[in-house]
């Protein structure tokens, strides 16, 4: 009976400083937040079977979250090192999905301007970040866009996000 005690109180305080630990412990993410965000991206034009179809890049891309799931952002994006800073840029809205402490996925939908095609674009497409610590996180991300002109293309991108 008192080895039964014993283990009821020691469960008891265990749970206590769970509970405890839990209230007091940030959340990873948040509403009100900045993050900047590096990557790399990978895109195909979807009728294209070519090994030149395929087009590797960076990008560099800032997002601020209104609430903990909603949030706008920009990107600029370079795939062609040889002659311009910036080939793209978007205007981003991002919906996501906290479901754990520190993993969320998330859906976008955006639109810009493709200055090396000289070409309007939209896409949408959903994702998954995980935040390794407070201040890092990793993300990757599949999507589908078009063209003003009807030209579809799939993408992805994978990299780091840096909540602020």
């Not at 994006?77 to 910036?86: C, G």
Request: proline share 2%; charged share 25%.
């Amino acid at each position: 009976m008192k080895m039964l005690r014993t283990l009821m109180l020691v469960l008891a305080a265990v749970a206590i400083c769970k509970v405890y630990a839990r209230a007091e412990a940030p959340q990873a993410f948040n509403a009100k937040e900045f993050s900047l965000s590096l990557y790399g991206t990978g895109a195909i034009e979807t009728d294209a079977r070519a090994k030149e179809a395929i087009e590797v890049g960076t990008g560099i891309g800032a997002d601020y979250f209104i609430t903990r799931g909603f949030g706008i952002g920009a990107r600029a994006e370079l795939s062609d090192f040889s002659h311009s800073v910036v080939d793209r840029s978007s205007g981003r809205l991002t919906a996501r999905a906290p479901l754990w402490d520190t993993v969320a996925p998330y859906g976008y939908v955006e639109g810009g301007f493709d200055f090396e095609r000289e070409r309007l674009f939209a896409g949408a497409g959903g994702g998954i970040e995980a935040r390794l610590t407070k201040r890092v996180g990793a993300f990757a991300e599949l999507g589908l866009e078009t063209t003003t002109r009807g030209e579809a293309t799939g993408r992805a991108a994978a990299g780091i996000r840096l909540p602020f």
